[in-house]
């Protein structure tokens, strides 16, 4: 069974850093794409970032500031977060895609239960 265990989250004030990580668990092969999502209080899901092979994709609100990336050897995908603004404040959610490339919610095969992170001004 596959499952996404989200960690890092917490509070940071505004202009600092934090790293989120993503450890995936039951997946026998390193073949997948990376992907995080967030959901502000009151707001929809947005997609962050994604990551497969050599290939990185940001939402435009997150780049330049955020940096996706994955260790195979740990089985992690990481979210490097700096320069972080109270509108980034959501609970931060990893995502996974089989066999594709994609960043769409609706082609996730898998979710983690998500990390929240609280920006304060």
């Known amino acids: 069974q596959v499952q996404l265990a989200e960690s890092g989250g917490g509070l940071v004030q505004a202009g600092g850093s934090l790293r989120v990580s993503c450890i995936v668990s039951?997946?026998?092969?390193?073949?997948?794409?990376g992907a995080w999502f967030r959901q502000a209080p009151g707001k929809n899901q947005e997609f962050a970032a994604a990551?497969?092979?050599?290939?990185?994709y940001y939402a435009d609100s997150v780049k330049g500031r955020f940096t996706i990336s994955r260790d195979v050897a740990k089985n992690t995908v990481y979210l490097q977060m700096n320069n972080l603004k109270p509108e980034d404040t959501a609970v931060y959610y990893c995502?996974?895609?089989?066999?594709?490339?994609?960043?769409?919610?609706?082609?996730?095969?898998?979710w983690g239960k998500g990390t929240l992170v609280t920006v304060s001004r």
């Open positions: 039951g997946h026998t092969s390193n073949d997948y794409t």
């Open positions: 995502a996974l895609a089989t066999g594709s490339w994609s960043f769409d919610p609706d082609d996730m095969d898998y």
């Open positions: 990551i497969t092979g050599d290939s990185t």
